[in-house]
């Protein structure tokens, strides 16, 4: 089992910048992917980015590249989310999430681990 703990959700006036971050615990290894989606009010989750960590690659929504980046910290098993240049639509509800996946980064039904998801709000 792995166990994700979310942190940073928040308001913030449209343009400017959250930063959210997620701490995995248990049964973690370096093949691990971990990442983010969100879910509007009404509105399917979707996907936001990821991060394989072994091969260091990172994936993006095509709604957030340039303005959102995905990292980790090595030590800790720790990914952020930096969100920059928010706007009112990226205010939903952020899980992390976790895998030991390859490919099909951008399906929530590849994730086995949900975090228990943190509220962003983006005023206009």
């Known amino acids: 089992q792995v166990q994700l703990v979310e942190s940073g959700g928040g308001l913030v006036q449209a343009g400017g910048s959250l930063r959210l971050s997620c701490a995995a615990s248990?049964?973690?290894?370096?093949?691990?992917?971990m990442g983010w989606f969100r879910q509007a009010p009404g509105k399917e989750r979707e996907f936001v980015a990821a991060l394989n960590w072994s091969a260091g690659r990172r994936y993006y929504a095509d709604s957030v590249k340039g303005r959102f980046t995905i990292s980790r910290d090595n030590a800790q098993i720790t990914v952020f989310l930096q969100m920059n240049s928010l706007k009112p639509e990226d205010t939903a509800v952020y899980y992390c999430t976790a895998a030991y996946i390859s490919d099909s980064y951008y399906d929530a039904g590849s994730y086995a681990y949900w975090g228990q998801g943190t509220q962003v709000t983006v005023s206009s």
């Open positions: 248990g049964r973690t290894f370096s093949s691990i992917t």
